[in-house]
């Protein structure tokens, strides 16, 4: 069993960042690909960006790329995704997912373990 604990949303003004935070305990992350999705109020939850447990490989959602950056540091058993130049349409509560193995995928289906989400806001 994989428990995350998402942190480090707020509310943000329009071109500003943030960095999330989403920290694994239960068992070390060498061995998951790491995923961050968000959900927007009345929407389906969406695909963000993902990595591979190395961190070698990554996706990114086309509406975040060259603005989000996934990242997962092994030895503190944490992922994080930095968000720059956020956007009012970025509003939404995002969650952290684990799946087992290291390939990476940009939907949720093969995700196993999520976190309760971390809501991020952007004003304009």
């Known amino acids: 069993q994989v428990q995350l604990v998402e942190s480090g949303g707020g509310l943000v003004q329009a071109g500003g960042s943030l960095r999330l935070s989403c920290t694994a305990s239960?068992?070390?992350?060498?061995?998951?690909?790491m995923g961050w999705f968000r959900q927007a109020p009345g929407k389906e939850r969406e695909f963000v960006a993902a990595t591979s447990n190395s961190g070698t490989t990554t996706y990114y959602a086309d509406s975040v790329k060259g603005r989000f950056t996934i990242s997962i540091d092994n030895a503190k058993n944490m992922v994080y995704l930095q968000m720059g130049s956020l956007k009012p349409e970025d509003t939404a509560l995002y969650y952290c997912a684990a799946k087992y193995g290291s390939r990476p995928y940009p939907s949720e289906g093969p995700y196993n373990y999520w976190g309760q989400g971390t809501q991020v806001t952007v004003s304009s």
């Open positions: 239960g068992r070390t992350l060498t061995m998951y690909a």
